[in-house]
């Protein structure tokens, strides 16, 4: 069996309950360590067979799981974040099922959540943004057509933009063809939930340097909108004069 486990942004008691309890259990742990917190491998039991899949081909790591699966063992192949977002686990689920093999998928929390923490702020704001945009600048892998960082800008919503802290010059640029203005704030959060974590704020035309400024350009995201400013409305839901399906409000008499 496989479970492809999301360990969290970096913060070692960020790994679900569950899935910290197949990590424990698990014969055989391929890990993406490039980007997950070795610490938690120290949950790891005695004998199990580790992998780190940052030198590894897609085709290395499904060997990997195929031998195991012939072994008898159980398999964990520890993504980072959430493995659902920039986790390449597709290919990976297609290689197992023509090998009929079975596996799960037990999701984790993604530092676009974590980032969020760090930085204080809520993504959906009432009167400022209601929309949230994942995505990441194109650099040596393209995005589809359509995905632009400049068209995705144009709507002005709050956005974590992954991957591209490392073209932040790039990055602002295309960001002030869409919505935003040089005055939209900007948080740029290295290792979100990590003990270095980093929090920078800045305007939008300042990102490039501000990054440069602290050395970051590499695992950090950056979050861009209004939500990280000071005005938004009051949410409608916890007002006394709003009525729901648990409570009346006074809008009622």
């Known amino acids: 069996m496989i479970w492809f486990v999301g360990a969290g942004p970096g913060d070692i008691d960020l790994i679900t309950v569950k899935g910290q309890r197949h990590l424990r259990e698990a014969d055989q742990v391929i890990f993406a360590g490039s980007l ?51 986790g390449a686990i597709r290919e990976q689920m297609d290689a197992l099922k023509r090998l009929a093999i079975n596996y799960e998928i037990v999701p984790g929390v993604s530092s676009f959540s974590a980032a969020a923490a760090a930085v204080e702020a809520e993504y959906t704001l009432p009167g400022v943004s209601q929309t949230v945009i994942l995505t990441r600048l194109a650099g040596r892998t393209p995005v589809p057509d359509g995905e632009d960082m400049a068209t995705l800008a144009a709507h002005g ?97």
């Open 157 to 253: 919503a709050s956005m974590a933009v992954f991957l591209s802290s490392g073209l932040l010059g790039k990055l602002q640029d295309k960001l002030l063809a869409g919505a935003y203005t040089e005055d939209t704030p900007v948080a740029l959060v290295y290792k979100a939930s990590w003990p270095d974590e980093q929090v920078i704020r800045c305007r939008l035309g300042d990102l490039a340097r501000a990054g440069a400024d602290h050395g970051i350009d590499k695992t950090a995201l950056v979050l861009v909108g209004d939500f990280l400013g000071d005005d938004y409305e009051r949410s409608r839901l916890y007002h006394p004069d709003f009525t729901t399906g648990f409570r009346k409000g006074t809008d009622a008499d």
């Open 36 to 86: 997950v917190n070795p610490t938690l491998l120290e949950q790891c039991k005695v004998g199990a067979v580790i992998h780190d899949s940052a030198v590894m081909t897609l085709e290395q790591v499904i060997e990997a799981m195929r031998a195991g699966e012939q072994n008898g063992w159980t398999t964990v192949r520890l993504h980072t974040g959430d493995p659902s977002l920039y």
